[in-house]
């Protein structure tokens, strides 16, 4: 187990350091850098600002003494400056993440919890209403894109039905503390992270339902019924911890989303995190925020792919041993 | 082939009749069982009667479709969802199990009648010990504490016969071989002392050694616990080895019932002689020694080995597996070399290594004095129209998306034949391999299982190859089925002057058809010889284990020594 985590752990910072690389000449190629951006800003785009600016920032040195500095920073988790914002980067990130992580977390839990008790639900009651109705409406969340349902959901239970705030991460200016505090931003969560988790729900819901009808098929169920165990225990320990196997690399999957996939959900929701954060340092051509976000959600989705890994090594026996 | 449209007569056997003293414990009567609407029959299972007796092995023989595993299930009370019991009843101690409810089965299922399948490697569940598996059938029936239940799994893997119980407790199935994943699931069978025992093919997945262990421990513990035993099976000599009463059945009728003796030495039906008679009899056939070629073998292998990598990676350590080491044979024209071995023996790898499907790890395969064993690229390409394979699994070895023609044609295409010419070619090779020429129009679904083989044949064939390796290409059939594709290959063998390297599990197989044997013993070849050598001197203790094993030699023996008399 040591050797297997020691060997993911070199790997992971490896493949780090190459999308870090990668990221950086990605963002070079494209036209216009953060100077031009300022100077078109303060109206002054006279030649030798713009060179100032550059000099300032160090973007007139050859891209790989650029890229030399940057790397030799990251290494040593300095992410750099944000001449925008006037921050460190990393302060700027720390700052968002925590809300960026409730977000898709919560939205992580609900997706994988209903999605595979509904999936599982559809499968013992397979044919009968109940599966018709959890497949239908698992195909309408999968079909309909995530931005129109948070509006109509924003529409529905904020402004119609007012049972929830359809924006923001606390009510600002509420003074609320402690308990009352978490209660005030647990309100805002619901809507933000139910849409977010809908789609992946639908995707578990169908996953789980077709992988429970395969496995039942298979021959250790029927073992399991010449036992005279009753169907409630067989489709509990036999089906269904068969049939999450596929579920399982699937949330692994989505985990990796867990930081940079939640931007369209932030933007309606102006939620206060990185999806945010991200989108304005790329409208902004801030370079260091940006490279500093995708370091560190890349960081993320190999952290949570490790997880994923490692959990499956327990989900699942046979792996432990072969490797 | 079809006895209902001759309106032959079932054969019942005076010994059926005449049955121990007291009640059966299953009385199956006048069974019937209907198949959804649509099928290719109305009935799987037409008005079946058989008793069944404490102490006692039924054997129900059939090949597949004939509705005996039909049977079994419905006793289990597990048919498949839209198969339905038509009419009939099925008597457990004079209770009719199809009028209980699904609670009151529940309660028969594992602690009255119990069931064990053919399929070892997927009868158990992946993710739990074998431990846990066992207790389950305790715990199912609300019996004895989690310790009690965690000893008694103990004491039953010991007494199925598992080297090291403790150790094959705490195991995960995949841990296990397919013979003691069969003793796991006896034990689990055995664990509530149930009065019926039903064995679905339980040694058909099994190499031939382990099968005589199986037969021998279900006999042992049929003795012990006095069980009454339904055995389902395909294969006669599995039959002569175990069963005391048998009933022969075809396309869901019974044909023949009697006891083992009645029916083995004097079978009534066309269809249980049919059947009797397509067991290859383990007998060599003298063959004359095929004439030594001048210019040396067409084949000559020497010193080939194959070794495979595992566990691999930056850090993880890696493990070796010897799957051929250092074999050497040679194969004349026209001459069918059989290379015989258990699972794991490295049989197959041989195989592939002589198509060059993988590549060697060290040796020469010389074919006509060139080494094919390092060749590359268009050398490599320009070889393999002379070795070509058929494969064991019919079912999985043709392209489902392709029609047949299109199988057949395109190896020669890929060699830069005409396409119509190609297509008129393959044609032609379904005729020769006993097929209709449109079969070329249809896809391999349409087709049974030896009809896909038939097809496999056709489409190595095609390139007109100077050897064909055929790697188990009749394990997967029904016995009759399985001596009509051994005649053909023989045929078709004469005909091109074919050269055939035969790798199979089946001694019986390996006599019918080959004239020189390769005996091969966890990658290592044994023992080499003339057939007839092999099979009447078998000089190595492994080849002398191997025949002993083999099914109802005994039995075979007696009949053919009444059959020649």
């Not at chain 2, 010994?15 to 006048?30: D, H």
């Not at chain 2, 995960?172 to 397919?178: A, K, M, N, T, V």
């Not at chain 2, 005589?212 to 513990?221: E, M, P, S, T, Y």
């Not at chain 2, 299109?406 to 190609?422: H, K, Q, V, Y």
């Amino acid at each position: 187990m040591t050797r297997f985590l020691a060997g993911r752990l070199v790997r992971a910072v490896f493949i780090l350091l190459v999308i870090t690389v990668s990221n950086f000449f990605l963002i070079h190629a494209a036209p216009g850098d953060p100077a031009a951006v300022m100077a078109g800003e303060s109206g002054d785009a006279d030649p030798q600002f713009l060179e100032q600016l550059r000099e300032r920032f160090g973007l007139d040195k050859p891209l790989y003494v650029q890229l030399g500095i940057y790397v030799s920073h990251v290494v040593r988790l300095d992410l750099g400056y944000s001449y925008r914002q006037q921050l460190p980067v990393l302060d700027l990130i720390l700052e968002r993440l925590p809300a960026t992580l409730l977000l898709s977390l919560s939205a992580f839990a609900v997706s994988l919890g209903l999605g595979i008790l509904a999936g599982a639900m559809a499968a013992a009651r397979q044919g009968r209403l109940s599966d018709t109705l959890i497949s239908l409406f698992a195909l309408i969340f999968y079909a309909t894109p995530l931005f129109w349902l948070a509006l109509m959901a924003v529409l529905l239970f904020s402004i119609e039905l007012g049972w929830l705030p359809g924006f923001g991460y606390e009510t600002v200016g509420a003074g609320y503390a402690g308990f009352a505090r978490a209660l005030d931003i647990a309100k805002h969560l619901v809507l933000p992270a139910m849409t977010l988790g809908l789609f992946f729900m639908a995707v578990y819901v169908r996953m789980t339902r077709a992988s429970m009808l395969e496995v039942s098929q298979m021959d250790f169920v029927k073992t399991a019924k010449a036992k005279g165990l009753r169907p409630r225990v067989i489709q509990r320990r036999h089906v269904l911890r068969n049939a999450l196997l596929p579920v399982v690399t699937l949330a692994g999957l989505q985990a990796g989303q867990l930081v940079g996939g939640a931007v369209l959900i932030e933007t309606v929701f102006a939620w206060p995190g990185i999806g945010r954060l991200m989108f304005e340092a790329l409208s902004q051509r801030d370079y260091n925020l940006l490279l500093g976000v995708f370091v560190v959600s890349a960081a993320m989705v190999l952290l949570f792919n490790l997880i994923t890994d490692v959990l499956y090594r327990f989900v699942d026996p046979r792996i432990r041993v072969a490797s | 082939m079809n006895t209902i449209g001759t309106g032959e007569k079932p054969v019942i056997h005076p010994g059926s009749l005449k049955r121990p003293e007291g009640e059966p414990i299953v009385r199956i009567e006048k069974l019937s069982i209907a198949l959804p609407e649509g099928a290719d029959r109305v009935f799987a299972v037409d008005r079946l009667s058989i008793d069944i007796h404490p102490g006692e092995i039924v054997c129900i023989v059939g090949e597949s479709g004939s509705g005996k595993s039909m049977s079994a299930n419905a006793l289990m009370g597990l048919l498949p969802d839209l198969v339905t019991v038509a009419q009939g009843r099925i008597l457990l101690g004079g209770e009719n199990l199809l009028k209980l409810s699904a609670n009151a089965l529940y309660d028969i299922r594992g602690r009255r009648v119990a069931m064990i399948f053919q399929e070892p490697m997927t009868a158990l569940n992946p993710l739990m010990k074998v431990s846990a598996q066992i207790e389950e059938v305790f715990e199912a029936h609300g019996l004895l504490t989690t310790r009690e239940r965690r000893q008694r799994a103990l004491d039953l893997l010991e007494e199925v016969g598992l080297p090291d119980p403790q150790r094959a407790a705490r195991s995960y199935p995949f841990q296990l071989s397919g013979g003691q994943r069969q003793r796991v699931m006896i034990a689990m069978a055995l664990a509530l002392e149930p009065e019926v025992l039903i064995a679905d093919e339980p040694t058909t997945a099994l190499d031939v050694t382990t099968q005589a262990q199986i037969l021998d421990l279900i006999r042992r513990l049929q003795r012990t616990h006095n069980m009454a035993v339904m055995f389902i099976t395909h294969d006669f000599g599995v039959v002569a080895e175990i069963a005391d009463q048998v009933t022969v059945m075809q396309h869901g009728q019974v044909v023949e019932q009697g006891t083992a003796d009645e029916v083995l030495l004097s079978p009534g039906h066309s269809y249980t002689r049919k059947l009797i008679a397509a067991i290859p009899s383990g007998m060599a056939n003298e063959r004359p020694a095929k004439e030594k070629n001048a210019t040396g073998p067409l084949l000559h292998v020497e010193k080939l080995s194959k070794t495979y990598f595992m566990g691999s990676g930056l850090f993880g350590k890696q493990r070796q597996v010897h799957a051929v080491k250092e074999v050497s044979f040679s194969l004349e024209r026209g001459e069918t070399l059989g290379i015989v071995g258990e699972s794991g023996s490295g049989k197959s790898s041989v195989g592939r290594c002589l198509v060059r499907l993988q590549d060697p790890s060290g040796g020469h395969i010389l074919l006509d004095g060139e080494d094919i064993a390092t060749l590359k690229g268009e050398a490599l390409r320009a070889m393999r129209r002379r070795i070509q394979m058929v494969f064991q699994d019919p079912y999985s070895s043709l392209n489902p998306r392709e029609k047949v023609g299109r199988i057949i044609a395109s190896g020669p295409i890929a060699f830069g034949e005409d396409n119509a010419a190609a297509y008129k070619e393959a044609e032609r090779l379904l005729e020769l391999v006993g097929l209709d020429a449109r079969a070329a129009e249809r896809y391999p679904h349409e087709f049974s299982g030896g009809q896909r083989q038939r097809i496999g044949i056709a489409r190595a064939l095609a390139l007109k190859p100077e050897i064909i390796v055929a790697d188990e290409a009749v394990s997967a059939l029904d016995v009759s089925i399985q001596a009509q594709v051994l005649d053909l290959l023989e045929e078709l063998k004469r005909t091109f002057n074919l050269s055939l390297v035969f790798i199979t599990h089946d001694l019986r197989v390996a006599a019918k058809i080959c004239d020189r044997v390769l005996v091969m013993q966890t990658g290592e070849a044994v023992e080499m010889g003339s057939a007839r050598t092999i099979f009447e001197n078998p000089q190595h203790t492994y080849t002398r284990n191997l025949i002993e094993a083999i099914p109802g030699r005994a039995k075979e023996a007696r009949i053919a020594a009444l059959a020649s008399a």
